[in-house]
């Protein structure tokens, strides 16, 4: 949710202008998971990362208002620590306070200064939450990544809230901790990583080494685009370290680039190993559109050997990417609900796949649930809008609920697709 609300946040300040009369409805949803978080950061010395049994409530399959599962609330704080999940509140509260100021003068301040709090918070009682809740967070919602990239990415986020020196230093003394493990890279047993403990630097090894990682666990490739603008602006330092790796972070991703890092399918869709692969597309493909920005608003080009990434040449990979999931794919469909003519019509999601309240108001409970689970029979209850994981490598989709890699929508896939849609909505010849 913390991810969520720092791109829907972005989305706004770099593409609020393209929205138009969505523009509200984008302010509404960050405003939403903002009033949650702040709730969630209200009792001094705790952060409350997470709501409800992860084994009881995958075990079951019951809409929202039938859901009797525990509801237990789990806490990180000073003596069991959680810095990446602290550090991304701090980013989502910081990256929010800058959409609020010239509409809400009096909840922007109060945004900041509980960012300002839960970032002193992740930074002095370091730790990863996958430590400090074990296995009610793992395996379902581990950390690969450790701390160290949530930590310099909330304060990229407060340094573009509050311009203070302070977490401008910080970034740049602890950039170099994620370098340094840039040229260490080697892949680690996720299950080896899982249950050891202090291993944030095998997680940091793992998930660093390229400079093409940025979703909800790793900020690699978007902590150097965001801070790239400051130094291209002259707000920041003089060093051309970030804009460098942010060039690289281009390269990476570019087909024809000498030095590629993802891969495409036969039908242009990048991928990425690791979960639902319309998350890498989505976010990868926003800071692509981003930094196009950044090249053409401060009048630089970049080059990936011989290859020249111009702006347009990023604008035109990214459109590729928006494209594909609207249904311009081999398959002829849309990975969006309620979007074309052909879309996923069995999606891994409670709420869409159970009968609604109004048709069959007796409760549906855990075990009864599993039918609706299991059927093949289409979801009675359209997500309009909800993005799904995607096809495979081969551009094949198993239109099924229970392959839930291919099949389940998240709000991390949406966030950055919000953007990128706003900008091609107001820039058709892109």
């Not at 080896?192 to 690699?220: L, M």
């Not at 972070?249 to 990425?272: A, D, W």
């Amino acid at each position: 949710m913390a991810f969520t609300t720092t791109m829907l946040s972005w989305s706004v300040l770099e593409f609020g202008k393209d929205m138009g009369s969505d523009l509200p409805y984008a302010m509404d949803s960050i405003r939403w998971a903002t009033d949650y978080l702040l709730k969630a950061t209200s009792v001094p010395g705790f952060v409350f990362a997470q709501v409800g049994d992860p084994y009881a409530d995958h075990f079951c399959w019951e809409r929202p208002e039938d859901m009797d599962t525990p509801r237990t609330p789990y806490a990180v704080s000073k003596q069991f620590p959680g810095s990446e999940v602290s550090a991304e509140i701090a980013a989502a509260l910081a990256a929010s306070s800058i959409v609020f100021k010239p509409l809400d003068g009096g909840y922007s301040a109060r945004l900041l200064k509980r960012a300002r709090m839960v970032f002193e918070f992740a930074d002095t009682y370091r730790g990863s939450y996958n430590d400090s809740l074990g296995r009610w967070v793992c395996p379902f919602y581990c950390s690969y990544s450790g701390y160290e990239d949530e930590l310099i990415w909330g304060a990229a986020w407060l340094y573009k809230a509050t311009k203070s020196a302070f977490y401008w230093n910080y970034i740049t003394k602890n950039i170099n901790k994620i370098e340094n493990n840039n040229n260490n890279y080697a892949a680690v047993d996720h299950n080896n990583v899982i249950n050891s403990k202090n291993n944030n630097n095998a997680f940091q090894r793992y998930s660093s080494g390229t400079f093409a990682e940025f979703g909800w666990d790793t900020k690699y490739a978007g902590i150097n685009v965001l801070i790239s603008k400051f130094v291209m602006s002259g707000n920041g330092s003089s060093s051309s370290m970030f804009i460098n790796y942010a060039d690289k972070f281009i390269c990476s991703v570019l087909p024809e680039s000498p030095s590629p890092s993802v891969s495409y399918s036969p039908g242009g869709l990048l991928f990425k190993p690791g979960g639902s692969n319309m998350q890498h597309s989505t976010a990868l493909s926003f800071l692509v559109v981003v930094y196009s920005n950044y090249l053409n608003q401060y009048k630089r080009t970049l080059h990936c050997g011989n290859v020249v990434a111009s702006p347009s040449r990023l604008l035109q990979l990214a459109k590729t990417q928006v494209d594909y999931i609207l249904g311009s794919n081999p398959l002829g469909m849309s990975y969006m609900v309620g979007y074309g003519k052909k879309f996923p019509q069995r999606i891994h999601h409670r709420g869409s796949s159970l009968p609604s309240m109004a048709n069959y108001p007796q409760a549906i409970g855990c075990a009864k649930g599993k039918q609706y689970f299991q059927s093949n029979n289409p979801n009675p209850n359209l997500l309009i809008g909800a993005v799904v994981g995607g096809p495979d490598f081969k551009d094949s989709y198993a239109d099924s609920r229970v392959d839930f890699v291919y099949s389940e929508p998240t709000t991390y896939i949406n966030a950055p697709l919000v953007g990128l849609l706003a900008y091609f909505k107001s820039h058709p010849n892109s």
